[in-house]
């Protein structure tokens, strides 16, 4: 790539982002968080798959099984409710961040 | 085939309930101005007065798509008709809403009801499939969370629908995004049911698009809403409707946490107000709620057909997420 395209794509880049597409800015942020809470999403499936669902009937007794499933129950809400108050706080911190930087322009 | 169907069939099923939509709404929207039924476009400097209630044409595709479904595929008769069932009760709450206002406490409650049809004939499955586990075993959980799987969609395609087509056009691209994903995750009657809805969603959004020529009224975001709980539950698509609904999710859930539980609308104040050149501002009122519009106009204000395009661009970002998921379902 020459030189000068290099100028044409980052003067267009820029155009998208603070020009006339103004739109396209705060909706790649607002898909940013959603993509970022969604691989939190996926990881939290992944430490159930790996910890929470192995608990098997080794660790309980038979008569124990309704137990297990209320442990596995348990800890996977608990991890959802933890994943929820975590995109909670996501999107807060970047109300908040952006508010700041606009107060102090 | 497409998952046993021939394709041609499910062509002419999105076809005709496009048409038959496409024919319809303008007939609605005529009808509410004549009687009366009419609300003011906020979003507009010259304050027109738009048609209400236009999403009954959407209710009425449903109901036609539903019916050709039956003739056309008779072994899904009592998951279409359980559907339709969910679709009825959410659009009897939004015509109520519509013509004579509906408590806050109350329309959620009513909603609730909408999941009836589904817990009476027994068609749920309580195996819900999550990306990595696969299905699960859910059973006690599963039956508890129903009501919530119908009536929250419903809630939060009600919430979104502030803006020109930002209902219809958001729950258009997740309606595909369900279809597509139907058809990774095997799922017959998630397919059949979100063809339905994505082409009267269609049709309905080049009415519904920015500058409104009608407004789908409570009547059509509350049934378009409990239409994809509705098939989430039916078509045992679940985790991939969550995904592509997050961020009409989002946005209801920072109106609820914000304002601390479900208001009145006239106790709540405007997230947002029209400057006189157009464009739409966020409010600097700490009591206002936090919308994802007013997230949208933090940095700046922004025209009304600019908000949408990153509405919709938000829907697109939530479609390839629901689609990634549905490719890790094992």
Redesign the interface.
């Known amino acids: 790539m020459k030189h000068g395209e290099v100028i044409i794509l980052e003067k267009k880049s820029k155009k998208l982002v603070n020009g006339k ?8 942020e ?2 940013g968080i ?2 970022f ?2 691989a939190t ?2 990881f939290m ?2 430490v ?2 790996e910890f929470v ?1 192995p608990i098997t009937e080794d660790d309980f007794s038979s008569s124990e099984s309704f137990l297990r ?1 209320l442990v596995q ?1 348990g800890i996977s809400g608990g991890l959802a409710a933890g994943w929820l108050y975590f ?2 706080l996501l ?1 807060s911190v ?2 908040q961040k ?2 700041k930087i ?1 107060r102090k322009t | 085939m497409l998952l046993g169907f021939e394709p041609l069939q499910l062509f002419f099923l999105f076809f005709s309930s496009f048409i038959v939509c496409f024919v319809l709404t303008p007939i609605v929207m005529r009808k509410m101005k004549q009687v009366g039924i009419v609300g003011v476009d906020v979003h507009k400097t010259d304050k027109p007065e738009i048609p209400e209630m236009g999403g009954l044409s959407i209710v009425f595709t449903l109901i036609f798509g539903s019916f050709l479904s039956v003739v056309l595929f008779s072994e899904y008769f009592e998951e279409v008709m359980v559907f339709l069932a969910v679709v009825l009760i959410a659009a009897f709450v939004g015509i109520i809403d519509d013509l004579r206002g509906l408590n806050a406490l109350l329309k959620p409650f009513l909603l609730v009801l909408a999941c009836i049809p589904v817990i009476l004939s027994g068609l749920y499955s309580p195996h819900p499939a999550f990306p990595f586990i696969g299905k699960t075993r859910l059973t006690i959980i599963y039956f508890v969370l129903i009501p919530l799987v119908v009536a929250v969609p419903a809630n939060a395609a009600n919430m979104i629908d502030v803006l020109n087509g930002a209902m219809s056009g958001t729950c258009a691209i997740i309606a595909g995004t369900v279809l597509v994903c139907s058809l990774i995750l095997d799922s017959e009657v998630g397919l059949l049911l979100s063809l339905i809805l994505f082409a009267s969603l269609l049709a309905f959004w080049y009415f519904n698009r920015y500058p409104a020529r009608g407004f789908a009224g409570d009547t059509g975001s509350l049934s378009v809403g409990a239409a994809l709980g509705g098939i989430a539950v039916v078509g045992s698509v679940e985790i991939v409707v969550l995904v592509a609904m997050m961020p009409l999710i989002m946005n209801s859930f920072y109106i609820l946490a914000s304002i601390g539980g479900l208001k009145e609308r006239r106790e709540i104040e405007r997230p947002t107000y029209l400057m006189p050149d157009g464009y739409i501002s966020a409010t600097e009122n700490p009591k206002a709620p936090l919308t994802l519009t007013r997230i949208f106009l933090i940095r700046r204000p922004l025209k009304e057909g600019e908000i949408l395009k990153g509405f919709y661009l938000l829907a697109l970002v939530s479609a390839v997420l629901a689609i990634m998921t549905a490719l890790l379902i094992p």
């Open positions: 597409d103004k739109w396209v800015r705060p909706a790649l607002i898909g959603l993509a809470v969604w999403m996926i499936f992944l159930i798959e669902v499933s129950v995109w909670h999107t970047y109300v952006v508010g606009l």
